[in-house]
């Protein structure tokens, strides 16, 4: 384990897994707060800034969106695919989408317009890197983004409605720290000099 908030950028982007096993410890505010100035520092085209969040750290609020999620999944065949990966999961009455993570932070883009949802990204990358360097571990949770994208979750959130979810993300204290997960060698088109 490395010195808390020692990290270089590069080996916090080689030490990033997607955790999905957690401590009971909560995630302190104060390190939630340090994770999302992390994120505001992402580019954005002309530093329109295009992101918001919404934090919940409440494990049984989360149980019972878990809870919906799985109930609410869409099942057309554009999710075949993704559906297919998550059914045997599906299928386990205790398997809880945020795996049992006592701190979400859901990353909303200001609206449709175009490139705002790529810059939101960015903001999420630095928030996992970030998580990193403060020992915290995270896991995208793509599963959940159509549940926090509907109208009826946003007004129950208080969100405005032009808000459009670009990706919520699990943050906890690692239980476990996941293997390497395998990379291809990057795809060079073409590289002129
Ligand atoms: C957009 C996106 C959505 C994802 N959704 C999920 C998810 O719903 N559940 C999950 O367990 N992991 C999810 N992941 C994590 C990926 O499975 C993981 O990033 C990938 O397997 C590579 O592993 P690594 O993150 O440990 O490098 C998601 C990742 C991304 C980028």
Redesign the pocket.
């Given at each position: 384990m490395h010195e808390i908030g020692k990290l270089s950028v590069i080996e916090a982007i080689h030490q990033?897994?997607?955790v999905?096993d957690f401590t009971p410890k909560e995630v302190e505010r104060e390190a939630v707060r340090k994770l999302l100035e992390a994120a505001v520092r992402a580019p954005s085209a002309s530093n329109r800034q295009p992101w918001a969040f919404a934090v919940i750290q409440d494990r049984g609020v989360l149980a019972e969106y878990s809870a919906e999620i799985k109930a609410s999944f869409p099942r057309s065949s554009e999710n075949e695919r993704f559906e297919l990966q998550y059914r045997e999961m599906l299928g386990f009455p205790n398997f809880n989408?945020f795996?049992n993570a006592g701190t979400l932070v859901v990353v909303y883009a200001h609206g449709p317009a175009p490139g705002l949802l790529e810059e939101c990204c960015f903001a999420a990358e630095n928030l996992m890197l970030a998580a990193c360097d403060l020992g915290l571990g995270t896991?995208?949770?793509?599963?959940?983004r159509p549940w926090f994208d509907l109208p009826a979750t946003k007004a129950q959130l208080g969100i405005p409605s032009q808000y459009e979810v670009v990706?919520p993300i699990v943050v906890g204290y690692p239980a476990a720290l996941?293997p390497e997960?395998e990379r291809r060698d990057p795809e060079i088109l073409v590289w002129k000099r």
């Open positions: 990033r897994r997607s999905r989408v795996y896991c995208p949770i793509g599963f959940a990706l996941p997960t």
